[in-house]
């Protein structure tokens, strides 16, 4: 992918939003995607799991461990609001963020928001087993399975859905295109 050309970083997305939230379920690409797209447009990458671990201190696992699901979802919360006040941010959301709507609300604020939509044999194939067991949600197959049907009509709420099948370049490509910004 080539760089984006402009002399000065983007203030903000042709929408007006100076934030792009990446969203969807575990394994579609959001953290992938989200450097590629924050390498392009010169734009701060945050990713919210790692922001969360860095503020707890802890593992993922280990939240969960500790706090169960409601204490991880407060942390999540928290450091979702702090996260949503840095300009010119590309944003990878937890594949639970979205489906709260308090932070539904903050990304409706700040982001133009995209859903990285992915089948489920898709995201089961991306992740394999070492990564499931860093991730609390990923129970089981039926139970992921399960999950993912049920978020996927929240994801759904997203302002841009996109197929997140593909390479990350051309996942990222076509981001930009449905956003309006030219190469
Ligand atoms: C979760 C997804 C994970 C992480 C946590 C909970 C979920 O993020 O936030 O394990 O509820 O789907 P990724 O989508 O980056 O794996």
């Not at 983007?10 to 929408?15: C, F, Q, R, V």
């Not at 702090?82 to 959301?93: D, E």
Request: proline share 5%.
């Amino acid at each position: 992918m080539s760089r984006w050309e402009s002399p000065e970083p983007l203030e903000m997305l042709p929408s007006g939003r100076r934030q792009l939230h990446l969203v969807g379920f575990m394994g579609s690409g959001k953290s992938t995607v989200g450097r590629l797209l924050a390498r392009e447009l010169v734009w701060n990458f945050l990713d919210l799991d790692g922001l969360i671990c860095r503020h707890a201190e802890m593992t993922v696992p280990e939240i969960f461990d500790d706090l169960g699901e409601p204490g991880f979802r407060k942390i999540e919360a928290h450091v979702f609001r702090q996260a949503s006040r840095k300009p010119r941010a590309v944003v990878a959301l937890g594949g639970g963020t979205f489906i709260d709507p308090d932070n539904r609300v903050i990304s409706s604020e700040v982001a133009t928001t995209v859903w990285l939509r992915c089948g489920f044999d898709v995201v089961r194939n991306r992740l394999g087993p070492r990564s499931f067991a860093g991730r609390p949600m990923w129970k089981d197959e039926d139970s992921a399975r399960r999950l993912l049907a049920d978020r996927d009509e929240t994801y759904a709420l997203a302002d841009i859905t996109l197929d997140a099948e593909g390479e990350p370049e051309s996942v990222a490509a076509a981001v930009l295109s449905a956003l309006g910004i030219d190469r």
